[in-house]
């Protein structure tokens, strides 16, 4: 995989092909080194850009913690960088995202990307993160997303086969549309529903294989 045409901006590896990935293998998806996918770079690069993510103390609060973050995390000296998830390995804390045994604004930072679209109730688990955000503090909620104005979810579909043909995987609950940063906002987020990519050079784009469509939702309280 050694060459140059791509690069990895999380971990800073040069390769001739990123490995496919996803249900239809998307080629140039994964990283081969730290395992990031197209997400997660352009998350990487608007955190760069963006805040002061890198340099200001904080603590963080991770749910769900992908590999491709989770060792470089751990290593910032400027991160409290607590972990969390119902059964991953990487987790220093087992808990239910829509009932957190967590104080009240005790956190800097939350991230949790890929996970709303496998929770029942959504806006709970969103409150639940607003709840134990500091004042001044942010988040980063990403999921997958389809280009129509509203989610379509429904209830009734609990069968895993249906809910792959309604939801497009068998453990996903709804498909979020446009109207996403209106459920956010319903919370009390101030979003900010970022077309940070759009503004990347495209030489930078195709070099790091990000996502061309992706909103960043940058989450305040």
Known sequence: MSGSKYECPVCGGHFRALLPYGVKGRSNALCPKCLSLERHRLIWLYLKAKTDFFTAP??????????AFYKVFKKLNNLNYVTADLESPLADIKLDIKAMPLENESFDVVMCNHVLEHIDDDRLAMSEVYRVLRKGGFAILQVPMQD??????DATITEPLEREKHFLQKDHVRIYGRDYGKR??????????????KHIDATLLAKYCLPVDEIIYFCEK
């Open 58 to 67: 904080k603590k963080m609060l991770h749910i769900a913690p992908e590999q």
């Open 184 to 197: 956010l906002r319903s919370v009390g987020f101030e979003v900010i529903e970022d077309d940070f990519v």
């Open 148 to 153: 129509m104005p509203e989610t379509y979810e």
